[in-house]
């Protein structure tokens, strides 16, 4: 994993949606002095950011992932593609964006109240079997509750905060309102929607077509004849994983059906149950379970659409306004004022790489197998032996590169997804790319579920 990814760790994307141990095993807690004296690394708008801040910040990551020996730094500098000059460079930009999104704050009159952080941070607790792990956890990654607070749950919480100030700039209307607008303008797409259920018996190699058909016109028959209720029939017989949900997939119009499917969807009335309808998949016994229909003189409320249209909008307006943030903070970032300084020599984390990364060569050229003119030996026809052909790296050259790769693996368990915030958290409400198993994706083994449509 790359340093970067540890960098924009630091600050969760939202609490409760990532594991609270990966947050706090990206812990902020400061080192003692390394030598990085009284300098200034950068200044942001004129605000400075001191070189030992970066420098502890370092030495916290290498103390996370194991890599406080320099041979262990080196190695895993090599292997991600590092020097110590852009390690610098990226946590001063981490920093940097830390100073602008407080700056901005300011500006958009945005501020962490005492109650938000109190709710965020018992909801991490509640992530723990009790409040002693929890504190243990804090302990292990080299943190107090206090600084918990300080360093993850009040940036994330003001990067939050500033996403919506920023997006209901953006807009003449904001909240419900702008959802609400999105509504009336899908309105007239959405007019007639189906919720539909379905029981799919699936073909496959073992029952011939005609049998198939048997099978599934015989459970057709139980439910007209009122043997088997919809809902009970799809839990018993259904191929798809929709069958523990009844058979429920979803509205017509927030999916994407193939086109027998459909066809047989169209054809069919609230409550009603078709006939066996075929498709490459199988056949399927469909029922609609409920109809959209758009109410006279158009929407005038959220409260006028199923819950379903409701999600779907409020997550495309989240995934909007996050999409919008982001655009604006890197113009907001372009315009400050932002310099960084000449690196100082003597900082602890700024060592020769050039051992290491001869090392890292000399181990890659060992494991190349050579070819038979290489091996040839000059003046004679003779391959190479079985000692020297495809030689592996010896034991010496195996342990300049392991230190690394397992400070590697070591230090993904501290990482977290990079945030920006602004609506991450609302993408499990809508369909996504589902499995192949009947209830969604880019195109369901059964035929009936797809991507939802963005209007």
């Given at each position: 994993?790359?340093?970067?990814?540890?960098?924009?760790?630091?600050?969760l994307k939202?609490?409760?949606?990532?594991?609270?141990?990966l947050?706090?095993?990206?812990?902020?807690a400061?080192?003692?002095g390394?030598?990085?004296?009284g300098?200034?690394?950068?200044t942001?708008?004129?605000?400075?950011?001191?070189?030992?801040?970066?420098?502890?910040?370092?030495?916290?990551?290498?103390?996370?992932?194991?890599?406080?020996?320099?041979?262990?730094?080196?190695?895993?500098?090599?292997?991600n593609?590092?020097?110590?000059?852009?390690?610098?460079?990226?946590?001063?930009?981490?920093?940097?964006?830390?100073?602008?999104?407080e700056?901005?704050?300011?500006?958009y009159?945005?501020?962490?109240?005492?109650?938000?952080i109190?709710?965020?941070?018992?909801?991490?607790?509640?992530?723990?079997?009790s409040?002693?792990?929890?504190?243990?956890?804090?302990?292990?990654?080299?943190?107090?509750?206090?600084?918990?607070?300080?360093?993850?749950?009040?940036?994330?919480?003001?990067?939050q905060?500033?996403?919506?100030?920023?997006?209901?700039?953006?807009?003449?209307?904001?909240?419900?309102?702008?959802?609400?607008?999105?509504?009336?303008?899908?309105?007239?797409?959405?007019n007639?929607?189906?919720?539909?259920?379905?029981?799919?018996?699936?073909?496959?190699?073992?029952?011939?077509?005609?049998?198939?058909?048997?099978?599934?016109?015989d459970?057709?028959?139980?439910?007209?004849?009122g043997e088997?209720?919809?809902?009970?029939?799809a839990?018993?017989?259904?191929?798809?994983?929709?069958?523990?949900?009844?058979?429920?997939?979803?509205?017509?119009?927030?999916?994407t059906?193939?086109?027998?499917?459909?066809?047989?969807?169209?054809?069919?009335?609230?409550?009603?149950?078709?006939?066996?309808?075929?498709?490459?998949?199988?056949?399927?016994?469909?029922?609609?379970?409920?109809?959209?229909?758009l109410?006279e003189?158009?929407?005038?409320?959220?409260?006028?659409?199923?819950d379903?249209?409701?999600?779907y909008?409020?997550?495309?307006?989240?995934s909007?306004?996050?999409?919008?943030?982001?655009?604006?903070f890197?113009?907001?970032?372009?315009?400050?004022?932002?310099?960084?300084?000449?690196?100082?020599?003597?900082l602890?984390?700024?060592?020769?790489?050039?051992?290491?990364?001869q090392?890292?060569?000399?181990a890659?050229?060992?494991?190349?197998?050579?070819?038979?003119?290489?091996?040839?030996?000059?003046?004679?026809?003779?391959?190479?032996?079985?000692?020297s052909?495809?030689q592996?790296?010896?034991?010496?050259?195996?342990?300049?590169t392991?230190?690394?790769?397992?400070?590697?693996?070591?230090?993904?368990?501290?990482?977290?997804?990079?945030?920006?915030?602004?609506?991450?958290?609302?993408?499990?409400?809508?369909?996504g790319?589902?499995?192949?198993?009947?209830?969604?994706?880019?195109?369901?083994?059964?035929?009936?579920?797809?991507?939802?449509?963005?209007?």
């Open positions: 994993m790359k340093f970067t990814s540890f960098v924009k760790s630091k600050t939202s609490v409760g949606a990532v594991s609270v141990a947050a706090l095993g990206a812990g902020l400061g080192c003692g390394n030598g990085a004296g300098d200034v690394a950068a942001v708008n004129g605000q400075n950011i001191m070189e030992q801040t970066v420098t502890d910040y370092i030495a916290d990551f290498r103390k996370g992932a194991n890599l406080e020996s320099d041979e262990q730094w080196g190695q895993w500098m090599v292997s593609g590092y020097t110590p000059e852009s390690v610098r460079e990226e946590v001063i930009n981490y920093y940097v964006d830390q100073d602008l999104y700056q901005a704050a300011k500006e009159n945005v501020a962490v109240e005492q109650a938000d109190d709710a965020q941070l018992e909801q991490t607790k509640a992530m723990f079997e409040e002693e792990a929890f504190q243990e956890a804090l302990t292990a990654s080299n943190m107090t509750e206090e600084s918990y607070i300080e360093k993850v749950i009040t940036p994330t919480l003001l990067q905060k500033l996403s919506e100030a920023v997006a209901a700039s953006n807009t003449e209307e904001g909240g419900d309102d702008a959802v609400l607008a999105q509504a009336q303008q899908a309105a007239e797409q959405w007639g929607a189906k919720r539909v259920s379905h029981i799919l018996f699936q073909s496959d190699d073992t029952v011939s077509d005609e049998e198939l058909a048997a099978q599934a016109q459970v057709l028959n139980k439910i007209n004849a088997l209720s919809f809902e009970e029939a839990q018993q017989y259904s191929a798809d994983s929709s069958a523990q949900n009844g058979g429920d997939v979803g509205w017509d119009k927030l999916s059906f193939v086109t027998e499917f459909q066809d047989g969807v169209n054809g069919l009335s609230k409550d009603q149950v078709s006939e066996l309808v075929k498709t490459d998949y199988g056949y399927h016994i469909i029922k609609v379970t409920d109809e959209f229909t109410p003189g158009g929407l005038t409320s959220l409260d006028q659409l199923p379903d249209f409701r999600s909008l409020e997550y495309m307006q989240q909007n306004d996050s999409q919008s943030f982001a655009t604006w890197a113009e907001y970032r372009e315009n400050a004022e932002v310099v960084i300084n000449p690196m100082p020599e003597g602890p984390y700024a060592i020769d790489l050039a051992p290491y990364q090392a890292a060569d000399d890659a050229n060992q494991t190349e197998t050579p070819t038979v003119e290489e091996g040839t030996e000059a003046g004679t026809d003779q391959a190479p032996t079985d000692e052909a495809g592996e790296p010896s034991a010496d050259d195996q342990s300049s392991e230190g690394g790769e397992a400070a590697t693996d070591q230090q993904t368990d501290g990482t977290a997804p990079e945030g920006t915030e602004g609506g991450d958290a609302a993408g499990d409400q809508t369909a790319d589902q499995t192949t198993d009947g209830t969604g994706g880019d195109q369901a083994a059964d035929g009936t579920q797809g991507d939802q449509t963005q209007q």
